[in-house]
């Protein structure tokens, strides 16, 4: 059962870091919750790993200028281009990793 887990959480982070690229941060987070909650009720665990960890993610909108309201305001006083946002967000995405790996030590899935 704990792989199930895992792999809700893997496949929740990995949703809301995808949706959150192409839509408002805090918009995905807003659509995402609802969908962790019922994943944590049918998995019978706590929903507070699901969401802490939907916040990490939600946090990861580095790979376009859509993703937040500051990322777009910075891209043409600063000269950016959209692939700009690709280089430098990529190696962020390593909150997917803290999400993932991390948020499960400190809020178990223990109901």
């Keep these: 059962m704990p792989d199930a887990h895992a792999a809700g959480l893997l496949a929740i982070c990995v949703l809301t870091v995808v949706l959150g690229q192409l839509i408002s941060n805090t918009a995905t987070v807003l659509i995402m919750v ?3 909650t019922v994943l ?3 998995l019978h665990v ?3 790993p699901l969401m802490m960890a939907l ?3 939600g946090a990861a909108s580095f790979l376009t200028p859509v993703a937040t309201a500051a990322n777009t305001i910075i891209m ?3 000269g950016y281009r959209f692939g700009d946002y690709w280089k430098l967000g990529l190696p962020l ?3 997917l990793t803290v999400a993932v790996l991390w948020v499960p030590l400190l809020w178990p899935f223990a109901p």
């Design 93 to 95: 995405l390593l909150f």
């Design 76 to 78: 043409e006083p600063d």
């Design 46 to 48: 706590s929903v507070l």
């Design 34 to 36: 609802p969908i962790a």
């Design 55 to 57: 916040t990490v993610a």
């Design 40 to 42: 944590a009720a049918d």
